[in-house]
């Protein structure tokens, strides 16, 4: 078969799988949002987001007889990127949203596509390419158009707490892509989320937020944060980094800013301003150059 069909078909697929993640991860925001108002506290929520994801990824390696075990090496990375990068990812976040605006965090956050891009090209050799950074500068000018707010007065807590999610989940995706080389993308995901439901699980104890006091709708937002936004997520987001790079990933994950503004309008009936829209016009045509410029 013809090398640059198949590597077509490869881009394709990958520009797919992380566009479909994206699209899941666009549910978190509204369906934390669904939780929290029914009675259900970060940590828990947290927790059993991570519990519920772990057993269905346990139960997919089950199903397809998938080799789960791993060498002391591999291990011992995922347990540093899963303790060290992704539960203080999470962590960071939430706790700057207790600081300052959430859309601000968030706008903080999606730098993590610059570091990416920068750390892809010395530890993973992914090329830099003109076309990469402009879709970089338009889809990070699309996020401050949809996340745009005033920024006087901001916390520097919250500031600093969302720089350090944009640090460690930079530093995640780089050291995911590594070991994705040798490891099954389903046995991978499947040791993050235990890992991270362990880890949450200590701290909602801990911290006297392990009560499960909540109403129907809590519960049903918490089984949709554990399926779309971190199985679906994780399997499609992951197996497109296989495919396209972990810095091509990140710039396309951008359009969750937009897709999530979709989702309060017609889930929760926030407000679709126009400038959301133009932000995501925005975000969409750097995707559209990434994905050009792959071809």
């Known amino acids: 078969m013809d090398t640059a069909k198949v590597g077509t078909r490869?881009?394709?697929?990958?520009?797919?799988?992380?566009?479909?993640?994206t699209l899941c991860m666009s549910t978190e925001a509204i369906a934390a949002k669904i939780a929290y108002e029914g009675g259900a506290t970060v940590m828990i929520v947290l927790m059993l987001r991570y519990v519920l994801a772990a057993i269905v990824f346990w139960l997919l390696i089950w199903a397809g007889r998938y080799d789960y075990r791993l060498s002391r090496g591999q291990l011992l990375s995922v347990l540093a990127l899963s303790l060290g990068t992704q539960t203080l990812t999470v962590l960071a976040l939430f706790e700057a949203f207790r600081f300052i605006p959430a859309g601000i965090a968030i706008l903080f956050l999606y730098l993590y596509p610059v570091l990416v891009a920068v750390l892809a090209?010395?530890?993973?050799?992914?090329?830099?390419?003109?076309?990469?950074?402009?879709?970089?500068m338009?889809?990070?000018?699309?996020c401050v158009i949809i996340l745009g707010q005033p920024v006087s007065t901001l916390d520097l807590r919250g500031v600093?707490?969302?720089?350090?999610?944009?640090?460690?989940?930079?530093?995640?995706?780089?050291?995911?892509?590594?070991?994705?080389?040798?490891i099954q993308t389903p046995v991978y995901n499947a040791y993050v989320s235990t890992?991270?439901?362990?880890a949450t699980g200590f701290l909602a104890l801990t911290r006297?937020?392990?009560?499960?006091?909540?109403?129907?709708?809590?519960?049903?937002?918490?089984?949709?944060?554990?399926?779309f936004a971190t199985v679906l997520?994780?399997?499609?987001?992951?197996?497109?980094?296989?495919?396209?790079?972990?810095?091509?990933?990140?710039?396309?994950?951008?359009f969750e800013p937009a897709a999530t503004a979709v989702l309060a309008?017609?889930?929760?009936?926030?407000?679709?301003?126009?400038?959301?829209?133009?932000?995501?016009?925005?975000?969409?045509?750097?995707?559209?150059?990434?994905?050009?410029?792959?071809?």
């Open 10 to 21: 490869r881009i394709g697929l990958g520009t797919g799988l992380v566009l479909f993640a």
């Open 121 to 136: 090209a010395f530890f993973l050799k992914e090329p830099f390419t003109l076309q990469k950074g402009l879709a970089l």
């Open 138 to 142: 338009l889809t990070l000018a699309g």
């Open 160 to 182: 600093l707490l969302s720089l350090a999610a944009a640090v460690t989940n930079s530093v995640f995706l780089i050291g995911t892509a590594r070991l994705l080389k040798r």
């Open 195 to 198: 890992v991270v439901a362990l």
């Open 208 to 227: 006297g937020q392990m009560s499960f006091a909540f109403d129907r709708s809590a519960w049903l937002a918490i089984i949709a944060l554990g399926i």
């Open 233 to 254: 997520a994780m399997a499609a987001f992951f197996r497109g980094i296989k495919e396209i790079g972990a810095s091509q990933a990140a710039i396309i994950s951008t």
């Open 265 to 295: 309008f017609l889930i929760l009936g926030e407000a679709l301003t126009a400038w959301q829209i133009t932000g995501g016009v925005v975000v969409l045509s750097g995707v559209f150059v990434l994905r050009s410029s792959s071809s």
